[in-house]
C-alpha cells in the first residue's frame, strides 16, 4: 500500500514523531491534535478500518489496544483518556488505515461530536 499514509509512516518513510512501537503496532504523535495528549495508534499491517483488522486478525486488534493502553499509561493519563476508532467517512475517518486515537490531558465532554 505505498499510496497509504500511514503504511509510508510504518515503513519509515515519512517521518513521524514516535511515541511507542511493539511488534505489531506503532504510536505517533497527531499532527492535528484535538487534545493536549493525541497521539495516533496503528497497526504495522495495512487495514482500511478496525472492523476489517478484527475480522483479518482478531490478536492483531489486542496488540494494538495494548499499545494505546501503554501511550496512556506513559502520558501520565491514569486519570482518564478517550480512546477512538473512526469507522468510515461518515464517522469522520480520513485516512482509511486502522488507527486508535488516544486523546487526554483535559476534561473531554460527551457527547463528542
Known amino acids: 500500500m505505498s499510496e497509504c499514509l500511514f503504511c509510508r509512516i510504518a515503513a519509515g518513510e515519512i517521518p513521524a ?5 511493539n511488534d505489531q503496532a506503532i504510536a505517533f504523535q497527531d499532527v492535528n491534535p484535538q487534545a493536549p495528549v493525541h497521539v ?6 495495512h487495514h482500511s478500518d478496525v472492523s476489517e483488522m478484527v475480522a483479518a486478525d482478531p ?4 496488540q494494538v489496544l495494548a499499545l494505546a493502553a501503554e501511550v496512556a499509561e506513559q502520558e501520565g493519563l491514569a486519570d ?3 480512546l477512538v476508532f473512526n469507522t468510515g467517512a ?13 486523546m ?5 465532554t460527551w457527547p463528542p461530536g
Open 90 to 102: 461518515k464517522a469522520g475517518q480520513s485516512v482509511f488505515h486502522a488507527h486508535a486515537h488516544v
Open 17 to 21: 514523531t514516535l511515541v511507542a512501537e
Open 40 to 45: 495516533l495508534v496503528i497497526p504495522r499491517a
Open 104 to 108: 487526554g490531558g483535559r476534561d473531554l
Open 59 to 62: 490478536l492483531l486488534a489486542g
Open 80 to 82: 482518564g483518556y478517550r
